[in-house]
């Protein structure tokens, strides 16, 4: 849904006790190195694919910030502008 707009995100799994991101140098980790909990729930039948716990989900500002300020309708709204009352 949210991809034709060009704000698409970033799903990065998590410990289920909110410890650590497995995401960068812990990506391909399967246990949590701070409680040892299992990334992944167990397997149920024949499924194959692994299902973690947990999943982050990240969206990036910078799109977000360079699609607002493609329109110069929101960028009038959106730049700062100093305060015209003098400071004493």
Known sequence: MMKPFGLGYYKIDICPNFCMLYYLE????????????SRYK????RGK???AYKKLRYFPIT???QRLFMS???TEHMTWHQSHHAVD
């Open 72 to 74: 110069p309708r929101t």
């Open 26 to 37: 812990n990506v391909e980790m399967t246990e949590c190195m701070t409680c040892d909990h």
């Open 49 to 51: 694919t692994l299902v």
């Open 42 to 45: 167990p397997r149920t039948g």
């Open 63 to 65: 799109p977000k910030l």
